[in-house]
Structure formats: structure tokens, C-alpha cells
């Protein structure tokens, strides 16, 4: 028999979600702390009530192979040329689809 969330959409979703911050977070660990070293700050694309949210910073060098890969979750940001988030992908992308159990 299987497990109640196994069948539950909801948890598809939530996992999806959950690898892929999980993917997110492996590629900015592996990126040597992109964030050191570059000055200034970007602007705010999340309300300033949720500004712990705000996407880092990347390095510029890091902003095509970013962009061309997508959206990993709807938290995750398109970038501009200097490294800053430019806009949030929004609700309904990067969802990663997970195969049917």
C-alpha cells in the first residue's frame, strides 16, 4: 500500500521545491562564496518585510551559465549583468516535475 503522501500532489510539490533550493544551495556552495569580494549592494526585489529572502548576489562571471540554466524554484531570481537579481522567477516557475511513483 502506499504512503499517503506518496499520492498527494501537494508533497510532489513540496519536494520539487525542496530539491530544488537544495540544487540552488550545492551551486553556490560550489561557486567559492560568490558573494565575497564584490562591492556594493543590489536592490530589493522581495518586499523589504521579507528582505532575508532577497537572492545573493552572484558573480559576474556566474550571470550567463545562471540565466541560461533557468529558474530552480519560484524563489529563484533572473540576474542582471553586474551579479544582482533583476526579478524573482515568480509562482509558477522552476518547478521541477518529479517522476510519477
Known amino acids: 500500500m502506499a504512503?499517503?503522501?506518496a499520492t498527494n500532489p501537494r508533497s510532489?510539490?513540496?519536494?520539487g521545491s525542496l530539491l530544488a533550493t537544495g540544487?540552488?544551495?550545492?551551486?553556490?556552495?560550489?561557486?567559492?562564496?560568490?558573494?565575497?569580494?564584490?562591492?556594493?549592494s543590489c536592490r530589493?526585489?522581495?518586499p523589504p518585510n521579507n528582505s532575508e529572502l532577497q537572492p545573493k548576489r552572484i558573480n559576474?562571471?556566474?550571470?550567463?551559465?545562471?540565466?541560461?540554466?533557468?529558474?530552480?524554484?519560484?524563489?529563484d531570481?533572473?540576474?542582471g549583468a553586474d551579479g544582482c537579481p533583476i526579478k524573482l522567477c515568480g509562482a509558477n516557475a522552476?518547478?521541477?516535475p518529479?517522476?510519477?511513483p
Open 23 to 40: 540544487i540552488l544551495l550545492a551551486v553556490m556552495a560550489d561557486t567559492g562564496k560568490a558573494n565575497e569580494g564584490m562591492a556594493g
Open 12 to 15: 510532489h510539490l513540496l519536494l
Open 77 to 79: 531570481a533572473i540576474y
Open 60 to 75: 559576474t562571471s556566474q550571470v550567463a551559465g545562471k540565466n541560461a540554466g533557468g529558474c530552480l524554484s519560484p524563489s
Open 3 to 5: 504512503h499517503p503522501a
Open 94 to 96: 522552476g518547478v521541477i
Open 98 to 100: 518529479l517522476p510519477a
Open 44 to 46: 530589493l526585489v522581495v
